[in-house]
């Protein structure tokens, strides 16, 4: 089920460059079949250079409200995605793709902002992979030294920010629909009992699936009406946010959410190459203290407007 965002269109006056991409949209039934035809979208970006041929493509994000947050009867949602709130998101632009090994590399060569930046982090070898075992703090520094180079404001999304771009005007608890295929997203696709718990491999109707125990290289499966690729599964995805357990008091202006929340644990979204399916939704919500990491945890980037 898809809704129509109020849309604000994306300002692109801040930057030097804005071209147009096209892509294929999924969509899939609850049994995970394909639903045809495809959809053909297209989205602005531009294009961030990081030296020695490394570049960054920020897609637009248009503005709108979305409701954010699971609903009561979306399959294996928890408590702490209540109670679904409107929340009203202004236009921005983010990374296509997670940050890369080599997009990571090219950053932490520039001059120190706060503190050091480890350039070969990640357990899962290659350029185009996503870089993983990213503390909240290293990913916080990413950022400072990309706006230091470009005069841009780069940072991490907001949670709000995060769900509204991964739902692309969706409903569903996948962009692409009801459920997940190991066909759409890098996850878990196999059956999984861990400390006596069963995790199933496959998400409420839908199939079982491979399960590749590694990342996969950025782009290599279906993008979401937004332009927005790997936002299930890969790796998951350092926001702004201090951990709430649920969203009562929480801000409707997409703004990150610090008040009442516990500075030592950060927001992930997204899920990753381990996560069973259910920790892939667009909803689902995961934390860690700002000072863990693990092959599994990557990053994000978005940028607001140019500095004056």
């Not at 769900?163 to 005007?169: I, Q, V």
Request: aromatic share 12%.
């Amino acid at each position: 089920m898809t809704c129509t965002p109020q849309v604000q269109t994306t300002t692109v006056k801040d930057v030097e460059s804005v071209n147009l991409f096209e892509f294929e949209i999924v969509t899939v039934n609850a049994q995970g079949q394909r639903i045809k035809p495809s959809l053909q979208g297209h989205a602005e970006f531009f294009t961030e250079s990081l030296g020695n041929g490394v570049v960054l493509e920020m897609v637009a994000i248009p503005g709108g409200t979305f409701l954010m947050g699971s609903p009561e009867d979306e399959p294996e949602r928890v408590s702490s995605e209540s109670p679904q709130h409107n929340v009203t998101i202004q236009p921005f632009f983010m990374g296509k793709f997670p940050v890369t090994q080599s997009q990571w590399q090219a950053v932490a060569a520039l001059d120190k902002v706060n503190i050091d930046l480890n350039p070969d982090l990640s357990t899962f070898k290659g350029a185009n992979r996503p870089v993983e075992y990213v503390f909240w703090d290293d990913a916080v520094e990413f950022c400072a030294r990309l706006s230091n180079k470009t005069g841009k404001i780069y940072r991490l999304p907001t949670e709000a920010e995060w769900e509204y771009a991964c739902r692309a005007g969706t409903t569903t608890p996948f962009y692409f629909g009801e459920t997940i295929t190991t066909d759409l997203a890098n996850y878990r696709g196999t059956d999984w009992n861990y400390h006596r718990t069963f995790y199933p491999g496959n998400y409420a109707q839908g199939p079982k699936g491979e399960f590749p125990e590694q990342t996969t290289d950025v782009g290599k499966f279906p993008a979401n009406s937004f332009g927005l690729f790997d936002m299930h599964g890969n790796v998951c995805e350092w926001c702004q946010d201090e951990w709430h357990e649920n969203y009562n008091g929480a801000p409707t202006n997409g703004s990150a959410w610090f008040v009442g929340g516990d500075d030592k644990y950060r927001l992930l979204r997204g899920g990753s190459w381990s996560s069973v399916p259910r920790n892939c939704r667009s909803a689902d919500r995961l934390y860690l203290a700002r000072v863990d990491s693990y092959d599994f945890v990557g990053l994000r980037v978005v940028v607001v407007r140019r500095r004056t």
